[in-house]
């Protein structure tokens, strides 16, 4: 049973939609995290909030705009996206971000689909 | 650039066979190890990991790691696979100060009953 959950579990939306990922941790913990996993590609970094800040933004594209009202809680707004962004989106959190050993805990995902 | 070499893309085993997935970093100073496991169907969890100490590393489900700093590898290791450890299996490193993870491209294993 995982800590993190992620709504919803799949998401098919049309290049001018506009959609949001959801992401809750029930841990406790002050860092989250977005990951884009794609097909015969390593695990890709996007995001990190550490306490509700942004401490990371690893060049993504701006059609996807994170949100983190507070420590439990992340989004991630999707708009005029492109069919290549069609992935699995992990969430994920830790206990700190600044610990380099920390476990990161994992959501299901969001199979996403770009039409 | 940091870069986490998974050499096994697809591995297929009969049960109570030894595995073991290679995993090779390119950082030549302090390394944090990891590996995570994804079973069909479920999330990425964590099955062991490595930042100081014994270079042995044991985890879940009997599953062991060991570090070996000349050959930058951390393999990942079990002597007797079961059905249940079908899954794909991802190494990962953070490499000096660097908070952001560096992960592998995966390795799916098949173990037929």
């Known amino acids: 049973e995982t800590g993190v959950t992620q709504t919803p579990r799949h998401l098919v939306m049309g290049m001018t939609n506009k959609k949001s990922l959801k992401c809750e941790q029930h841990?406790?913990?002050?860092?989250m995290y977005w990951y884009k996993q794609s097909a015969k590609k390593p695990l890709e970094l996007m995001f990190v909030?550490?306490?509700?800040?942004?401490?990371e933004n690893n060049s993504v594209p701006s059609r996807f705009s994170p949100e983190c009202p507070n420590s439990s809680h992340l989004f991630l707004h999707l708009h005029t996206l492109q069919p290549e962004d069609s992935a699995l989106y992990l969430c994920?959190?830790?206990?700190?971000?600044?610990?380099?050993?920390?476990?990161?805990?994992f959501g299901p995902g969001t199979r996403l689909t770009v039409l | 650039a940091q870069s986490v070499s998974q050499h096994n893309h697809h591995v297929i085993l009969s049960e109570a066979a030894s595995l073991e997935l290679g995993c090779n970093y390119s950082?030549?100073?302090?390394?944090?190890l990891f590996w995570y496991v994804q079973y069909p169907g479920q999330h990425l969890q964590l099955l062991l990991k490595?930042?100081?100490?014994d270079p042995l590393v044991k985890g879940i489900k009997g599953f062991e790691a060991e570090f070996i700093k000349s050959k930058f590898s951390f393999n990942l290791r079990k002597p007797s696979v079961q059905w249940s450890d079908t899954a794909e299996y991802f190494c990962?490193?953070?490499?000096?100060?660097?908070?952001?993870?560096?992960w592998g491209l995966g390795t799916s294993l098949a173990v037929n009953p």
């Open positions: 990962a490193v953070n490499a000096g100060n660097n908070r952001k993870l560096i």
């Open positions: 909030y550490s306490l509700e800040e942004r401490v």
């Open positions: 950082y030549g100073g302090t390394v944090n």
């Open positions: 994920a959190s830790s206990q700190d971000n600044s610990h380099l050993t920390d476990t990161q805990y």
């Open positions: 490595y930042f100081s100490g």
């Open positions: 841990l406790g913990h002050n860092a």
